[in-house]
């Protein structure tokens, strides 16, 4: 071994912005997935929004929650 990396074959090279746009694209699948299995728990429309609103508050109350740390962070 003289020290050089060889590449790996072009299917298995992700840039950044593409290893985002994956990332984004399985997110956004899961995220449907589950608002999908909610909506056939519930008994009716309302229901269903009710249980896709409660699920979003604790997804957004999250996000807070990392942006309060990440700024506490900065300081």
Known sequence: ???????????????VKK???FSYREGFEDSLELCLEEVVKSKGRQDA???????????KEHKFDR???MLGALK
């Open 19 to 21: 290893a985002k746009i």
């Open 49 to 59: 929004l009710q249980r896709i609103r409660y699920l979003l508050g604790l997804v």
């Open 1 to 15: 071994m003289d020290g050089t990396v060889e590449p790996l074959p072009f299917s298995k090279r992700l840039t």
């Open 67 to 69: 942006i309060k740390e």
